[in-house]
């Protein structure tokens, strides 16, 4: 049975979908004005593998996540680049599919926009209004916050404090200051669309109610996103789809995920503080990027330094070395034949242990952590008994639970590494290296100095590092 922690009643709470087998979840996703930080990187690869997750465990998902494609910054940033705002969002909705790749984040089954939704935003919006708990100035329209019985049930913040924050930004029009913009009037220079309030554009939470209830219909199981939406986006996604379509509880189960933090502050784009998916996609190895990025439980802010990037690339290599370890041994045998030892006994004892020890872990509100602990002790096994194990049965076993699990959490250990270069590439690029290395010494040894040099410069321009040392030369890349 799994366990989820639900933000809506801050308890670990049994999982059961609204349908048997079957689960329908949303997620936000991205503003598409920009790159994506690291941070953001976080809660998609976070929330696919909770999907993955309940793949594994039988369910259906039906997985849905947006591309929030106009709003105030999508606006600011498409001006400030002399583009349009259509212009902006093709460009980084392109880079977010780059990004969902390289981190292995399984295709949603629809990645809506909320511009290809406005006729069904300006139906809700109207839903709200003949409900009598929306109204309308200036082409403006306001959720009435005050009529919503129980407005603050997900951020649990008080009526008294919502008032007291929001006063500070009065805006004389609006009934109370809690009420937020489900409709804005259209302003000059903004992209806008006809509605029965005049032209305008939807509200920021307005597009996720929609979308979510368009697809996934209402009731829903899981809507999911970063910690920093439980107040406003959610609180008023929930009182927008109650007001709407009469249900007082539109999401069973909402799913926060903690920040990434840098120096323990939250990575944003507006504190500067921040690294693009990007760049650190481009630095090191991707299965070592998404394996940082779970290495924490997700509730929990994760700290983003080199030295854990550094640190998630050595447990990568572990993986595969663990992995070629066993084909290694599966292929010496199938050359051989084999009989059946002790040690095939352990690894299969192994081998129901990190399965049953990664379900309970996972089933425990997706502690990735606890599941890697029993990956990680599982390598450990297999680096102690695959050399004398004989049977190729288990040996198989072994690799096909390894990568199946690895698989769930999303980490792909097929290739040796990242370029795609495999194992026999690295031995082939060693010799050439070492050759070199051989016509060298003899250069030296004939006084040769030009050839010697050659060499070594040139290799120093391909960032090969040779250095002489008494026993000989020594190289090391880059
Ligand atoms: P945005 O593009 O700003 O709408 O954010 C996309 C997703 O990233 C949302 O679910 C945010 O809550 C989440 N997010 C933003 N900053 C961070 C962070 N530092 N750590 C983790 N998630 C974040
Ligand atoms: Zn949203």
């Not at 940033?77 to 969902?100: D, H, K, M, P, S």
């Not at 502050?265 to 693009?276: A, L, R, V, W």
Request: glycine share 6%; hydrophobic share 35%; with cysteine.
């Amino acid at each position: 049975m799994i366990k989820v922690y639900n933000t809506l009643t801050r308890s670990k709470e049994e999982f059961e979908p609204l349908e048997p087998s079957h689960v329908r979840m949303y997620v936000c996703g991205p503003t598409v004005y920009d790159y994506p930080h690291i941070g953001n990187a976080r809660s998609f690869v976070v929330f696919d593998m909770i999907r993955r997750y309940l793949e594994y465990s039988g369910y259906r998902v039906t997985y849905i996540t947006n591309f929030t494609d106009v709003d105030d910054k999508m606006i600011t940033r498409a001006n400030e680049a002399g583009i349009t705002v259509q212009e902006l969002a093709a460009r980084f909705i392109a880079e977010y599919y780059r990004i969902a790749k390289e981190l292995n984040i399984k295709p949603a089954t629809v990645n809506p926009r909320a511009t290809e939704h406005i006729d069904d935003i300006i139906e809700m919006v109207e839903l709200i209004i003949k409900n009598g708990r929306g109204y309308v100035v200036d082409g403006d329209v306001y959720f009435d916050v005050s009529e919503h019985p129980n407005y603050g049930i997900l951020s649990r913040i008080s009526p008294d404090d919502l008032s007291a924050g929001a006063r500070v930004d009065v805006d004389e029009r609006k009934t109370d200051p809690r009420d937020f913009a489900l409709w804005k009037a259209e302003k000059p220079g903004e992209p806008s669309w006809e509605s029965p309030w005049g032209r305008g554009r939807p509200g920021w939470h307005a597009e996720c109610s929609v979308m979510g209830a368009y697809y996934l219909g209402l009731p829903f199981d899981i809507h999911g996103g970063g910690q920093d939406l439980i107040f406003p986006h959610h609180e008023n996604e929930i009182a927008q789809s109650s007001a709407a379509y009469n249900i007082e509880t539109p999401v069973k189960y909402w799913l926060h995920n903690g920040f990434l933090t840098i120096e323990s502050d939250k990575m944003s784009k507006s504190e500067g503080n921040f690294f693009t998916a990007r760049e650190v996609l481009d630095h090191f190895d991707h299965q070592a990027v998404r394996l940082f990025l779970i290495s924490g439980h997700y509730r929990q802010p994760l700290d983003y330094n080199t030295q854990a990037l550094e640190q998630a690339t050595q447990s990568v290599e572990r993986i595969r070395n663990a992995a070629d370890t066993l084909r290694g041994r599966i292929s010496i045998l199938e050359k051989r034949g084999s009989g059946k030892t002790e040690a095939d006994d352990k690894l299969s004892e192994a081998i129901d242990a990190v399965r049953a020890g990664f379900e309970r872990e996972m089933n425990d509100d997706f502690n990735s952590p606890g599941a890697l602990a029993e990956i990680f002790a599982f390598i450990r096994a297999i680096n102690t008994h695959t050399k004398d194990a004989e049977k190729t049965a288990v040996l198989r076993k072994a690799l096909a639970t390894l990568s199946e699990l690895l698989g769930v959490l999303g980490i792909d250990v097929s290739k040796s590494s990242e370029s795609g270069e495999s194992a026999d590439e690295s031995v082939r690029f060693e010799g050439v290296i070492e050759l070199l290395l051989e016509i060298r010494e003899s250069a030296r040894k004939n006084k040769d100095w030009a050839t010697s040099d050659r060499i070594r410069d040139r290799l120093k321009e391909l960032g090969v590092i040779v250095a002489d040392t008494k026993d000989g030369p020594t190289w090391k890349l880059e």
